[in-house]
């Protein structure tokens, strides 16, 4: 079985991963990637998790070659503004490195013991937050670094100038990074790619699929196929018409509505924004010639033009949106069917919030090439590895609805948000087990993509959290000083911060020392 046929049936930022991590665990397979450049693709989701530097780093893509190549910029977190209606903000930072926790804390105090202290105070978290404090100066966690080399070489990057004192994702232009990967499969990892439209499959009397038909006459056999085929979900949707769950009941958005604004190109925030709208939120995120954005919202309430009147007045200048989205926010209830295996869009989506996707998929994606299961797929393999997927993605969900239990009133929106949606189980025990014992790493389950300390941040900043439980759990704490811990975080922090890069001096060094695509 070493040279099996592998098809990858689209070949947007999820097609060419896909293709990629196949090539990296199966040296010998066949790899053909589909995909009709008329067709074309999604286009949107330019934000990512730290997570997407291990993944790039496995394929063996420098970091600095994808800001060059994708007009990336670093991404320490998501700026949360108006959440709350009040014109204040929150950050939700990547949780700080070990390293720099080791700096600040002895054994006896940790990070939540302070956040529960502070909350139950009502003090705001950005004051201990090492990145937010970075966001508010435009800053990155590098600094320029004459003491030691380390510096980007566990990313197999040749900057020795600079040292990384924290997690950091990339924001990236999606058409760019698709013609980036799909360069680097056709020129660098043996992967062929074939144009054309989808017409229909060949099958073998289990229900396999055995090939693909296009409509220009060309015929593709596989022995494997995964479907990356975007929101036309051509084989889990419309061949096997494999079961959908809904997430509308809990997560109601359902429309989106992209647009570009330009900017100076000469420094821009490391971080994504997530405003808070009358109908649901706007995302921008800065890449180097232009900010991303788009408006989110419910269209039981607005239509696409009453959304755009919003953003124009919101931002003070015409928006000229290209087309709108329409999403279900839900999953099928199996990643793989016989022998194809749905990823991106193709299988789930939630909505953009606190970009998920990427994550998700190669999340499990990977644990499915690593277990060998693509060589020898039996029902009850499938069983177990579907189970797998299901327990990465359902957390999803919950963690995106706790963002929208904020004190925001402006709009029967916001003001019908609890009435009209319904909060998971799993959520409302956590609230009333989280008023009565902290919020530890232990309550996150390794599979969840969201830890305690992004709990606290989202739920601090949404003001989830009953003050007086976490003021009463935090008196038991009152021998460590936390008050004085925290004046000396900040000033920590501060001193830190200070011999950080701004974050486009970052950007121009990377530039520099990056090679040209060949
Ligand atoms: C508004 C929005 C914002 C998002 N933001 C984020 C984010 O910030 N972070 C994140 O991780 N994710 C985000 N996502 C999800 C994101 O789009 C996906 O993670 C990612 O881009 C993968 O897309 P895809 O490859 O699944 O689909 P697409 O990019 O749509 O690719 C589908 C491919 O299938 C091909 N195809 C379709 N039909 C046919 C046919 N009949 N014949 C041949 N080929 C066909 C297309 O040509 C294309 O190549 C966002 C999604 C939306 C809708």
Redesign the pocket.
Known sequence: MSNKRIIV???????WLTALLTREFYPEFDITL????E??????????VPHFIELIDFLRIPVSALVRECSSTLKIGIKFTNWNGDGTSYFHDFAAKDELEEWVFDDNFRYNMLTTHLIGKGAHLDSVNFYAGLAKQWKVPFVLNDLNDVALSNYRDSISAVQHLGNFALHFD?RLL?KYLGHIAQSQRRIKRVE???SRVTEDADGNITGIHLENGNYVPCDFIFD?????R?LLGKHFNEKWIDYKQHLPLDT?L?FFVPHDGTNFPPY?EAIAMKYGWM?R?PVQNRYGC?Y?FDSSYIDEHEARREVEEYLGHEINPPKT?R?QAGTFANTIVKNCYG????QH?VE?LE?????T?SKNLINFLKSGAITNLTPEVSAHLNERCRLIIEPVPEFLYLHYLTQRNDSPFWQQFRAKTTMMDSLKVKKSLWEKVPLFDADTLPLQMFSAPSWLSVGSGVHFFDKASFARLASQWEHLQLDQKAGFLAKKHEHLSRACMLHGDFLSLLRQKSQPVQ
């Open positions: 049936l689209g070949g947007g930022s999820a097609g589909i995909e009709s450049e067709i074309g693709i999604l286009g949107a989701g330019e934000g990512t999606a698709a054309g439209k989808f990356c085929s975007g929101f036309a051509l989106a992209p994504t995302w995120i788009g989110v989205f999403f990823v991106g869009l193709s989506f953009p970009a998920t996707s990427i994550w998929f």
